[in-house]
């Protein structure tokens, strides 16, 4: 346990020394702080309080998706593309070690750029917009927030797990990055025209299955009779499965020609 600790350690710090990781880390932050000088000063809007802020300004977690499948996507490639590899693996720890270190690392960051976006989305709103009244009966509240952050992570955890996987699989950080953001951007368009084509299959494709809300809130699922065990139970399937292919095609590749 001590080992992976110690691999754990040593991914973070590879990823919070590259540049990139605090210039996406400050776009989040400058995204969310503008949002709200937006929305106080041009567009007026009429909030009082801080957590209507907060409930508006969910939806930036979708930056949290993308710089998060851009470490995933590349984590485990960039050690091919760079040739330090073989540095890596002759190590005392596991092959398998090394791998579960990199996952581990990699869904750190993505918790941590969440907890940014709610910091940073907390205290702009209450700067701009104050406390506010007493919370009205069917008005944001914290536990609603909160409920939409923890959705919003079951959608991220699954799109990290595949960046994840592309990039053990085909050991290119610019393939598990693009494929990625790309099904990430047309999933719901093409779960909605598969839906409307009535195809059964439709019910067990991942991004049918990512959205957890309507089950949450009393809305109608993607699919009829889809439910929310059944969601849960196709997730931890892919999960299981993109982690086995990650594991057999790191672990069992021959690096020599690396």
């Not at 929305?39 to 009082?48: D, Q």
């Not at 930036?60 to 998706?65: F, I, N, Q, Y």
């Not at 406390?131 to 952050?149: C, D, H, K």
Request: proline share 3%; glycine share 8%.
């Amino acid at each position: 346990m001590s080992s992976l600790l110690s691999l754990v350690q040593n991914e973070n710090m590879k990823i919070y020394n590259r540049l990139r990781t605090w210039i996406m880390m400050g776009i989040l932050i400058f995204t969310v702080i503008t949002a709200g000088i937006l929305m106080k000063f041009v567009l007026e809007v009429p909030y009082t309080n801080v957590l209507q802020f907060m409930g508006a300004t969910t939806y930036l977690t979708g930056l949290c998706t993308i710089f998060s499948v851009i470490v995933a996507g590349d984590i485990v490639a960039s050690e091919f593309s760079w040739g330090t590899i073989k540095l890596l693996l002759i190590r005392p720890a596991s092959r398998s070690k090394v791998l579960a270190s990199k996952l581990i690392a990699a869904l750190l960051f993505m918790l941590g750029l969440l907890a940014l976006h709610f910091i940073f989305s907390y205290f702009t709103g209450l700067i701009l917009f104050g406390m506010g009244a007493p919370l009205l009966p069917g008005g944001e509240s914290m536990g609603n927030i909160v409920r939409t952050y923890l959705l919003d992570t079951v959608s991220i955890v699954m799109t990290v797990l595949l960046a994840f996987m592309i990039s053990a699989a085909f050991r290119s950080s610019s393939l598990a990055i693009g494929l990625s953001i790309f099904l990430l951007l047309t999933k719901d368009g093409v779960v909605l025209i598969l839906a409307r084509l009535k195809y059964d299959w439709v019910k067990y494709f991942l991004f049918t299955n990512t959205d957890l809300t309507p089950y949450v809130t009393g809305g109608k699922p993607p699919v009829e009779g889809m439910t929310l065990g059944f969601s849960v139970a196709v997730l931890v399937a892919y999960a299981v499965l993109f982690y086995l292919i990650s594991w057999l095609l790191f672990t069992k590749r021959d690096v020599a020609g690396n």
